[in-house]
């Protein structure tokens, strides 16, 4: 059960979607009648697989994914880099001296304008890796799926288990899960059934810094973006360089050094009893 309203954490990301025999969705007065007011928004009821009477079948499917970064903000490389900084240096220079375009200020009342990369720096630099392309790399997905089921008159049976392993397209993030789903039934006599339903799960997953804070508390991406396109992201002796225009910036590689996990551990269990009074 997945209530679509006041339901802190959903099931569904430790649920093996090749276990889901079907999915419906209950609204309204069909919702609140059974769930009540959490059911507010609607509730999703999601039914898994049980075994059959037919002679024990075994199913694997897999399936490999690969994933590219979305497109970024295209950052500038290391001698336009340079360029680009000179040009908005001047027309602060050009602004704040009330010259031309901006003002009717005398030139030769300014002081000389210095750009920050002399031509011959422009010039000599070598073209680097951006920040953008440091902290990105292909990404990959890959899933397992194996289940055993079976039955007869008496006895019917599900079982199963799933992998997902996936590399995140950011450094540092990645994502592995194991599931588990044992589904039993079984008749006792004419008028007794018994059922259990056991569904286990393990999850770990790597977290990178992803939020929308600035300054100290950027994340690993708007640092990229901040970061000079002509500066290397450490010295000769590996230690991180600071961004020089904006210092409160953290150097985007440095994220890579964080170690940030999350392992999640679930056990579900259900079961049930029939007994039919009257054939």
């Not at 679509?4 to 007065?29: C, H, M, W, Y």
């Not at 919702?31 to 049980?50: P, W």
């Not at 397992?144 to 540092?172: A, C, D, P």
């Not at 590996?238 to 210092?247: F, I, Q, S």
Request: avoid cysteine; charge should be positive; aromatic fraction near 10%.
């Amino acid at each position: 059960l997945y209530g679509a309203a006041g339901v802190s954490r959903t099931p569904l990301n430790f649920i093996n979607p090749n276990d889901i025999e079907s999915i419906q969705v209950l609204k309204d007065a069909a919702a609140a009648s059974i769930y009540g007011a959490r059911a507010g928004a609607g509730v999703i009821l999601i039914t898994t697989k049980r075994g059959a009477t037919q002679k024990p079948k075994i199913e694997y499917t897999g399936n490999v994914a690969f994933q590219e970064p979305a497109s970024f903000y295209e950052v500038l490389g290391s001698k336009d880099y340079m360029i680009e900084r000179n040009r908005i240096l001047r027309d602060m220079y050009l602004r704040n001296n009330k010259l031309a375009p901006y003002g009717t200020a005398d030139p030769s009342a300014a002081p000389p304008f210095v750009p920050k990369y002399t031509d011959s720096q422009i010039n000599g630099t070598v073209d680097r890796e951006t920040a953008t392309e440091a902290i990105t790399r292909k990404g990959m997905i890959n899933q397992h799926n194996i289940s055993l089921s079976g039955g007869n008159s008496e006895t019917r049976y599900f079982i199963s288990g799933n992998y997902l392993g996936q590399k995140g397209v950011l450094r540092g993030s990645g994502y592995e899960r194991y599931n588990g789903r044992i589904n039993l039934d079984q008749k006792i006599g004419e008028r007794v059934k018994l059922g259990v339903n056991i569904n286990t799960s393990n999850s770990l997953a790597d977290n990178a810094n992803v939020g929308t804070e600035s300054n100290e508390n950027s994340s690993i991406i708007k640092s990229a973006f901040y970061y000079p396109g002509n500066l290397p992201f450490t010295d000769e002796n590996g230690n991180y360089l600071l961004n020089p225009d904006y210092v409160n910036s953290p150097n985007p590689i440095s994220f890579l050094t964080v170690t940030d996990k999350t392992n999640s551990k679930r056990l579900l269990t259900s079961g049930f009893a029939e007994w039919t009074i009257t054939p």
